[in-house]
């Protein structure tokens, strides 16, 4: 029988002795092991050496084998890139750039454009430090070719009550196969003969004019809404609902069917666990997932979700991949500033112990089912994620006495006013999932909320109300009435 208590002996002392043995200490070149004739520029994981010829190859077959295995992107699609500057977005980037290119063998046949958005004003950024930015993310995005959109965060507070609404599934869905679709778009090409009409589509006409900041008033809006929140973990929330809002109202206003992001396999983890600590459990499929269809007309596909953060940084150096790195999200906390965070930091400082960390969390969600995120109606789906009302026990949960504490505080006031009951805090609860109803009680006032959900969630509170009055039946003489 082992020790384990000791400080030198014991199996936990053997294990990390034995994981300090593993780790090559060689100090000739290894050689590559798919080649085996370069020198391995760089390992992936133990044993996986890979010369650069070789990683590259890797790496894009990386990407093309998770477009092909899904088949969720058509050929002749619009597909717009949401590109942050960082290092995942960007490999994704310049995969689209390379797949596209005239010396690929087997070109992509979708239709790319690019989307920023600006978050410096919540960031912490000067007006010159925005300007900056925004100068050097266009000119990254003028050396692509493909067609962008540069769009600010205060904008989202312009966004119709629509947003928050699905649109059909039957406009983003082809009539045909995805292998009629690939017969016909190659026919296609041969008959017009030229081999760059799908990179050279829907380009601007001309050059976007540079970008400009918006009014000083509405970025002093915005940074009242987040300065009303209470918590680090509801602002981060709310930079993501905003900035999902942000990219779909511009996909739909675009023509783009489909909308690619960066979340790599360690961003996909981190999200998993942070999801789950934040009362998500139920949506992770849709969350984490390759494919995100609760929008209905647009979907949201993660082509970099198998890459690691390791990966990603090795050919972003090895290759010159261009970023541009922002400021995370300002907070008077040293320490414990937000759940993200601290998940971030936990599974990170795992990682460096235990490599296999991350790619457990990883596979583990691979096994997780959309079906609990699809709701059938309005009425069954989420104010603000748009996914299924998780709510069938609340007796069962802690939710129970958020609604008891939330009632007393809002009946108080307003009660004069004919919207009383659309304008209270306790009337947009039962329109909330248990995660979002977490965090809606963390948003601050109800004035400082985002136009468009206020109004959106009167829609639906005066539809139910008209809804519950046309379902009662008035009585006559006792009996119901025929009418």
């Known amino acids: 029988m082992c020790e384990a208590a000791g400080d030198d002996a014991g199996c936990g002392a053997d294990a990390a002795s034995a994981r300090r043995r593993r780790v090559p200490g060689h100090s000739y ?10 020198s391995a520029a760089l390992v992936i994981r133990v044993g996986d050496a890979f010369c650069r010829g070789c990683f590259r190859e890797y790496f894009v077959h990386k990407f093309r084998a998770m477009l092909g295995k899904n088949r969720v992107i058509f050929p002749g699609e619009k597909v717009l890139l949401a590109l942050s500057g960082g290092a995942a977005s960007s490999a994704m980037l310049r995969q689209v750039q ?18 920023y958005v600006d978050e410096g004003a919540v960031r912490g950024q000067s007006v010159a430090q925005r300007e900056q930015s925004l100068a050097r993310m266009e000119t990254l995005l003028q050396a692509t070719g493909f067609p962008y959109h540069l769009v600010h965060l205060e904008q989202a507070l312009e966004l119709p009550p629509s947003i928050l609404q699905p649109g059909p599934e039957g406009s983003s869905k082809p009539s045909t196969s995805y292998k009629e679709a690939v017969e016909g778009f190659i026919q296609q090409q041969r008959q017009e003969g030229d081999g760059d009409s799908l990179s050279t589509q829907d380009m601007p006409g001309g050059s976007p004019p540079l970008p400009r900041l918006p009014a000083a008033a509405r970025t002093q809006e915005l940074l009242q809404l987040f300065e009303a929140v209470e918590t680090s973990t509801a602002r981060e929330e709310l930079l993501q609902m905003l900035r999902i809002h942000l990219i779909l109202q511009t996909a739909r206003t675009r023509g783009y069917a489909k909308v690619m992001t960066g979340e790599s396999c360690t961003r996909v983890a981190i999200k998993l666990l942070t999801n789950l600590a934040l009362g998500r459990g139920a949506f992770l499929a849709v969350d984490t997932g390759f494919m995100d269809n609760r929008h209905g007309d647009v979907v949201v596909v993660r082509p970099m979700r198998e890459y690691t953060a390791k990966e990603i940084a090795f050919y972003n150096h090895f290759f010159d991949v261009p970023t541009v790195i ?3 999200l300002s907070t008077k906390r040293r320490e414990k500033p937000s759940i993200h965070r601290v998940i971030e930091r936990f599974l990170l400082g795992l990682q460096e112990d235990f490599p296999s960390t991350i790619s457990t969390v990883y596979r583990t969600g691979e096994k997780l089912s959309p079906a609990p995120a699809k709701a059938s109606s309005e009425s069954q789906r ?4 748009l996914c299924a009302l998780d709510i069938a026990g609340e007796e069962e949960l802690a939710l129970e006495p958020t609604l008891i504490i939330e009632e007393p505080e809002e009946n108080g006031c307003c009660q004069d006013t004919p919207a009383a009951g659309a304008e209270s805090r306790a009337a947009f609860i039962p329109l909330l999932c248990y995660g979002c109803r977490l965090t809606f009680k963390e948003l601050g006032p109800l004035a400082t909320l985002p136009p468009y959900v206020r109004a959106e969630a009167q829609r639906r509170i005066h539809r139910a109300e008209m809804k519950q009055q046309s379902q009662e039946v008035p009585l006559e003489d006792g009996e119901p009435s025929k009418s």
């Open 326 to 328: 922002m400021p995370p």
């Open 98 to 115: 390379e797949g596209l290119s005239r010396e690929t063998a087997k070109r992509l046949r979708f239709v790319p454009g690019i989307i």
């Open 29 to 38: 070149p290894r050689p590559c092991v798919k080649c085996g004739q370069g």
């Open 382 to 385: 989420c104010l603000l994620c």
